[in-house]
Every structure is written in structure tokens, then in C-alpha cells.
């Protein structure tokens, strides 16, 4: 039987609340890891007023059934071979002992070497100050695959200045300069190497589909989430026109019903403004290509 969703995500070794992102959408495209997902989904809000009372939410809709999704194919990785303790040896050929066998508990260096190698900006060097990052890749994977997102995964730092609108009439906007708060994190998930992100997937697989199945999930349905993942980046809109919003008690939403009505991975995208979301989605398409290919 699978877990709660509730408490799949819970930390033994919880992280401190951050306002940054969470690498949800670095390893999606970091975890893939953040791997990719991740670095770069961050909840902006504008800035809080006072609290007002406190209001009873209505109770959540049951999650929606999974659209289908391709198995990424199986890639050949390299196999360490172990000498066989009854060979006679040379007196003076020196014996390596064999690398001890990497676990989730143990791959977090390797994982940062791996992963460096894909990129090198400063945001991608805070997603791997985390610890326990094939853990919390998988469970990116699984809530972005879902539209959902969990900022506390992969803490990041926030982005820089506040969010900002302007009033045409009765008319509340967006202040396009609110956008550039994000080039940093579109820049960064851009330059990421897909072709390494894609290694270090099938170098980390068995152990990202061990992390997958402690969610109480098959392990073999790993692949299928992480393109649903990514094709549910790809499937946000881009929005070229002013965006209206209104207020929401202490926050602002999306006055368009039907914005309103999207995802919170797409809300997300939608607050990075149009540029920046092409360029995360041209990562998340490029790397869904390179999964993809036999």
C-alpha cells in the first residue's frame, strides 16, 4: 500500500525554511535532478501585510489520475570488476581492494562531482549543498510530475528584489522588471550540459529508482514521472500579454480565472515571465530528447 502523500515528504533531518527555490525545477533539470527540476522553482509572493484572520480552506480535491508517459531506455554504465579472491597473484603485483558499493546514504559526493561537471553557476552550487540529493531529487521529480511543488526539498536562495505591480485604472499588473528577478535562475538551468545531465540519471538510476520506491511508488515507474516532469514544464503557458492580478487576502493572484486555475508549476513559470520560461522549457525539451534517444 502507498504511503500518504503527506508523509512521503517528511524529513527525518528537515532543512531550515527558506524563501529561495526549491531546485525542483535545478535537479528536474538538477535532478534530474533539481536534478533538473528544482534550482529554479520559487514561490514569489509579494510582500506580506499584516495577517489577517485566519480562513478555513476547503478541503483538497482528489489528485487527478497521471496522464501516460515513455520509458526512458536503459543505458549501458560502467561495471567495476571485482578480482577474484582465489587467482593466484604476483608476490609483488600490488591488489586494489574494490570500491565499496555506493548507497543513497553515501552517493552525495559523487553526486556533486557528477553533477558539477553539468554546470558551474552559483545557484547550481547551492542546490548541491544539500544533503541526501538523490533523495530529494526523486521526490521533486514525483511532485513536479504532479504540478505540484514543495519549496523546502531544495532550499535555495531568493530571488533578488521584491515583486512589484502598477495600476493602469481599476487595472492591477505585473511590473515586467518583476521577471528579471529571475535571469539568474533561467541562466543557470540554461547553461547546464543536458548531455551530462542525462549521465548522471542513468549512472544514479538504480538508487534514484531505490529513492522512488521508499515513496512507496514501483521503482520501474521512476522514468515514466521524470518525463512527466518534464512534460509538465513544457506544457505551461507562456504568456506574452500584461498579466492582471488581484488581490488575495495578504497575497495577489492571477485575475484571469483560467491562470488561476493552472498548476502551481505552471503559476510558477508564469511568474518568471515569458522569456525566462522559453528558456527553462528549451532545457527541459533538449534534455526529454536526449532521455528519449536509443
Do not use: C
Request: net charge negative; aromatic share 4%; proline share 14%.
Amino acid at each position: 500500500m502507498q504511503n500518504d502523500p503527506e508523509e512521503r515528504y517528511v524529513d527525518d533531518h528537515p532543512t531550515p525554511s527558506s524563501s529561495g527555490p526549491s531546485t525542483g525545477l535545478i535537479i528536474t533539470v538538477l535532478a534530474v535532478l533539481a536534478l533538473i527540476a528544482g534550482v529554479w522553482l520559487y514561490n514569489s509572493q509579494p510582500e506580506p501585510e499584516p495577517e489577517p484572520e485566519p480562513v478555513v480552506l476547503p478541503e483538497p480535491e482528489p489528485e487527478p489520475e497521471l496522464p501516460p508517459a515513455p520509458d526512458i531506455p536503459e543505458q549501458p554504465v560502467e561495471v567495476v570488476l571485482v578480482p577474484d579472491p582465489n587467482e593466484p597473484v604476483e608476490p609483488n603485483e600490488p591488489v586494489e581492494p574494490p570500491p565499496p558499493a555506493l548507497t543513497l546514504e553515501t552517493s552525495d559526493p559523487v553526486v556533486r562531482e557528477s553533477l558539477a561537471a553539468a554546470g558551474d553557476s552559483a545557484l547550481m552550487a547551492s542546490a548541491l549543498a544539500n544533503d541526501n540529493l538523490l533523495d530529494r531529487g526523486t521526490a521533486l521529480i514525483d511532485t513536479i510530475s504532479r504540478g505540484m511543488l514543495l519549496h523546502k526539498l531544495m532550499p535555495l536562495p531568493a530571488p533578488q528584489g521584491s515583486f512589484t505591480v502598477s495600476e493602469e485604472g481599476d487595472v492591477v499588473l505585473i511590473n515586467p522588471e518583476t521577471f528579471q528577478r529571475y535571469d539568474a535562475y533561467a541562466t543557470a538551468i540554461e547553461a547546464m550540459d543536458s548531455k551530462q545531465l542525462a549521465t548522471s540519471f542513468h549512472k544514479f538510476r538504480p538508487l534514484l529508482e531505490q529513492a522512488y520506491e521508499g515513496l512507496g511508488y514501483p521503482p520501474e515507474e521512476l522514468d515514466n514521472t521524470l518525463i512527466r516532469t518534464l512534460d509538465s514544464i513544457l506544457s505551461a503557458p507562456i504568456i506574452e500579454e500584461p498579466i492582471a492580478v488581484e488581490k488575495a487576502v495578504v497575497t495577489y493572484k492571477f485575475a484571469d480565472p483560467a491562470l488561476e486555475a493552472q498548476s502551481p508549476v505552471h503559476k510558477q513559470l508564469i511568474r518568471m515571465g515569458p522569456e525566462n520560461t522559453a528558456r527553462i522549457q528549451n532545457q527541459a525539451r533538449a534534455l526529454r530528447e536526449i532521455l528519449l534517444a536509443q
